[in-house]
């Protein structure tokens, strides 16, 4: 079920609230080595297949934590819909853990719970618990605490 956000109001009501969770998404090697040349970080770990078969206890390339972080705007705008927003700003991060590997042809997906909807610089201000989840298994790949700014239109935001 998707969330729809026209202002503070619409965003306070969900606070202390899980909003909504994602649709699966399969981390293939391809956006490994995507990832991997857009950051310059070509570690074996994330890009030598063969190797890590040989050397990784799971026997295959894994994610880089920092892809699987990024994927997270994505994510939510699968189930959250900002209307009247001229731009939105990721503003931080208060705590990350990256607490599992995810193996190469895994399916991830997101599930976010409010913590806070404020209206802060002009701007609604909204601090959420992630969860990126990996199919089949119990422990999470990340675990964020994640702020950011949406910016409503004139006239808009509450």
């Known amino acids: ?5 026209t202002c503070v109001e619409d965003a306070r009501a969900f606070e202390g609230q899980d909003v909504g969770v994602s649709d699966w998404v399969e981390i293939d090697q391809a956006r490994i080595n995507q990832f991997a040349d857009a950051t310059d970080d070509h570690q074996w770990i ?17 994610a880089h934590g920092y ?16 209307v009247g927003v001229e731009r939105a700003i990721n503003y931080g991060l208060n705590k990350v853990r990256f607490k599992n590997m995810v193996p190469v042809g895994s399916r991830v997906r997101l599930r976010i719970h409010l913590l806070s909807a404020r209206k802060r610089a002009g701007a609604l201000q909204l601090v959420l618990s992630n969860r990126l989840e990996i199919e089949g298994e119990t422990k999470p790949a990340v675990v964020a605490e994640t702020v950011a700014m949406y910016f409503f239109k004139e006239d808009a935001g509450g």
């Open 1 to 5: 079920m998707a969330v729809t956000i």
């Open 67 to 82: 892809l699987l972080l990024s994927l997270f705007p994505s994510l939510i705008d699968q189930f959250v819909h900002f």
């Open 46 to 62: 994330h890009t030598d297949p063969e190797r890590a078969k040989r050397e990784l206890p799971i026997g295959s390339t894994i």
